[in-house]
């Protein structure tokens, strides 16, 4: 994985700025300047230095090391004393962090899909239950991958603005029962493309409604984007908003 985000990291930015609907999303639930948040694949550290002004503390966490070395650099940009940044694995939550050490956990941006079957996908839901806060809450999106997988989606929207464009596509065959993700970054000032390719695990809805961790947060609820619809399986997203 980490090749992957290595060869796209100083663009990453550019692929995936943070959205105004993201930041109401976030802010709806109530961010409170006691809180410490955990954001759990923070890639260039944009989400945690932007809810930095609102809660007490904000750690992010990635596997890749030059998008951590970005988030740094972000960090140092804006002075941002309350924000901390760490090369780190989803899959030992429970030993770099404490038992009720934050009351929100992020996990956004289809980062749950690079963990590589549901038991480790269940074993990452009950961690992060272990280091939430009694009534905290943990926020998770992916794409919609039983639209994905019943449509046999090929090709996502092509990404493109006044710096780049970025291809995705699917190749539902080649690994299953894991997807290939074929990407090609094309940027536009250089004309220097990057051909990359990835498995994901295609994680749907009612795969997580089997899940025995789903037993240790008090409510589960899922939505079809960050604009608050309820979720559909004709739609793009699936957002998690567990309750601890």
């Given at each position: 994985?980490?090749?992957?985000?290595?060869?796209?990291?100083?663009?990453?930015?550019?692929?995936?700025?943070?959205?105004?609907?993201l930041?109401?999303?976030?802010?709806?639930?109530?961010?409170?300047?006691?809180?410490?948040?955990?954001?759990?694949?923070?890639?260039?550290?944009?989400?945690?230095?932007?809810?930095?002004?609102y809660?007490?503390?904000?750690?992010?966490?990635?596997?890749?090391?030059?998008?951590?070395?970005i988030?740094?650099?972000?960090?140092?940009?804006?002075?941002?004393?309350?924000?901390?940044?760490?090369?780190?694995?989803?899959?030992?939550?429970?030993?770099?962090?404490?038992?009720?050490?934050?009351?929100i956990?992020?996990?956004?941006?289809?980062?749950?899909?690079?963990?590589?079957?549901?038991?480790?996908?269940?074993?990452?839901?009950?961690?992060?239950?272990?280091?939430?806060?009694?009534?905290?809450?943990?926020?998770f999106?992916?794409?919609?991958?039983?639209k994905?997988?019943?449509?046999?989606?090929?090709?996502?929207?092509?990404?493109?603005?006044?710096?780049?464009?970025?291809?995705?596509?699917?190749?539902?065959?080649?690994?299953?029962?894991?997807?290939?993700?074929?990407?090609?970054?094309?940027?536009?000032?250089?004309?220097?493309?990057?051909d990359?390719?990835?498995?994901?695990?295609?994680?749907?809805?009612?795969?997580?409604?089997?899940?025995?961790?789903?037993?240790?947060?008090?409510?589960v609820?899922?939505?079809?984007?960050?604009?608050?619809?309820?979720?559909?399986?004709?739609?793009?997203?699936?957002?998690?908003?567990?309750?601890?």
């Amino acid at each position: 994985m980490s090749e992957f985000y290595q060869s796209i990291a100083r663009h990453y930015d550019s692929i995936f700025p943070l959205s105004d609907t993201l930041k109401r999303f976030l802010l709806s639930f109530g961010i409170r300047k006691e809180d410490h948040i955990l954001d759990a694949g923070c890639a260039t550290g944009k989400v945690a230095l932007y809810l930095s002004q609102y809660a007490h503390t904000v750690t992010g966490i990635d596997l890749d090391p030059d998008l951590i070395e970005i988030a740094r650099f972000n960090q140092g940009i804006g002075a941002t004393e309350n924000v901390r940044f760490l090369v780190g694995d989803m899959n030992d939550l429970d030993s770099m962090f404490t038992a009720g050490q934050f009351r929100i956990v992020l996990c956004l941006g289809n980062t749950l899909v690079h963990l590589p079957s549901t038991d480790t996908i269940n074993d990452c839901f009950q961690k992060i239950a272990g280091i939430l806060t009694d009534g905290g809450l943990f926020i998770f999106q992916i794409l919609n991958y039983e639209k994905i997988l019943a449509q046999k989606t090929r090709e996502l929207q092509l990404i493109d603005n006044e710096k780049i464009t970025f291809e995705r596509r699917y190749d539902h065959e080649i690994h299953k029962p894991l997807l290939a993700f074929n990407t090609r970054l094309t940027v536009k000032a250089t004309s220097e493309t990057i051909d990359n390719s990835i498995d994901l695990y295609p994680l749907h809805h009612r795969e997580i409604m089997r899940m025995p961790s789903k037993q240790l947060y008090r409510s589960v609820q899922f939505l079809g984007g960050f604009d608050g619809r309820v979720f559909s399986e004709e739609g793009d997203l699936l957002i998690g908003v567990w309750k601890r």
